[in-house]
C-alpha cells in the first residue's frame, strides 16, 4: 500500500524503516523520505508506528499538525 504519494514510498518501507528504529514521523522521513513534503502522509506514517509499537505512539511520534490517535483511521 502506497503511504507516500509524493515520493512514492510504501508501507512495507516505512515499516521497515520501523524496524531499523524510527520512533517518530521524523526518523521515518530520515530513513525513507516519506513525509517530507506536503506531510499529508503524516498521519498513516503515525498509524504505521502506533502499531509497530502496539498503538501507543503518543503525541511524540506525530509532527505538529498531525496528530492522531493511532488506531482512529478516521482523525487527520
Ligand atoms: S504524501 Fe507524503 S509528503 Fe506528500
Redesign the pocket.
Given at each position: 500500500m502506497l503511504v507516500?504519494?509524493?515520493?512514492a514510498v510504501n508501507d512495507r518501507e516505512v515499516k521497515a524503516a520501523v524496524g531499523q528504529g524510527a520512533a517518530t514521523v521524523e526518523d521515518v522521513i530520515n530513513l525513507t523520505d516519506?513525509?517530507?513534503?506536503?506531510?499529508?502522509?503524516h498521519p498513516s506514517i503515525c498509524m504505521l508506528l502506533g502499531e509497530h509499537s502496539q498503538g501507543d505512539c503518543g503525541g511524540d511520534a506525530c509532527l505538529a499538525g498531525s496528530r492522531v490517535l493511532c488506531g482512529d483511521r478516521s482523525s487527520v
Open positions: 507516500c504519494h509524493c515520493l516519506a513525509g517530507a513534503l506536503c506531510g499529508g502522509c
